[in-house]
């Protein structure tokens, strides 16, 4: 019995008809059939043949899973690059503006950012405000400590680089500054 492949879009052998489920009452009884014994080599041999097509068809699955896999990794980044691209033109445009006021260009400059943030939240992202709050490990990373009054200890007294937020998990920390007690306080941050 000769099989018949044919070439699929993907460069895939495929064979060119469906494979029918095993008959689980025969494969369960150990029945052979009405042919006896030469029904059960015949048998065998449609197993075999099964075999190979649902390995054919397993590896061809494999290659084409792995294709989707590249060219997710390769162009999946295309949606948001596509959003970015108006900010590069307008970014080029006020470079290109010889003479203009410090003025025109610092307000175009924020109109681009304003934008540009605008656009990068519909992709989930988010940044958050620190100052004034909690020093909060798992959002902040402190760079430094300044002593303070009239603060508390561990209250954030500025961002030294903003706090970003991705889908509600945290993308990159806020670099802050944390108020400590001034030198002469001698208690322990707990009014003790």
Do not use: C
Not at 78 to 98: C, G, H, I, K, T
Not at 127 to 149: C, K, L, T
């Amino acid at each position: 019995m000769e099989e018949k492949e044919k070439e699929s879009p993907f460069g895939e052998t495929a064979p060119e008809e469906k494979i029918d489920a095993l008959p689980v009452e025969a494969a369960e009884s150990g029945e052979s059939g009405p042919a006896g014994e030469a029904g059960g080599a015949d048998e065998a041999e449609d197993l075999k043949t099964r075999l190979a097509y649902l390995t054919a068809e397993f590896d061809n699955f494999r290659k084409r899973s792995a294709r989707e896999r590249e060219a997710l990794a390769a162009f999946g980044n295309e949606r948001l690059l596509r959003a970015v691209l108006p900010f590069l033109d307008n970014l080029e445009r006020a470079m290109s503006q010889e003479g203009a006021s410090t003025e025109a260009v610092l307000a175009g400059v924020r109109m681009t950012y304003d934008q540009f943030l605008a656009e990068l939240r519909k992709f989930g992202l988010e940044q958050f405000a620190s100052e004034g709050d909690a020093f909060d490990p798992s959002r902040h990373e402190a760079i430094g400590s300044v002593p303070w009054e009239g603060k508390a200890e561990g209250t954030v007294l500025s961002e030294m680089r903003k706090g970003y937020l991705l889908n509600g998990r945290l993308l990159r920390p806020a670099q802050v500054m944390v108020a400590a007690a001034p030198p002469g306080d001698k208690t322990d941050g707990l009014g003790n």
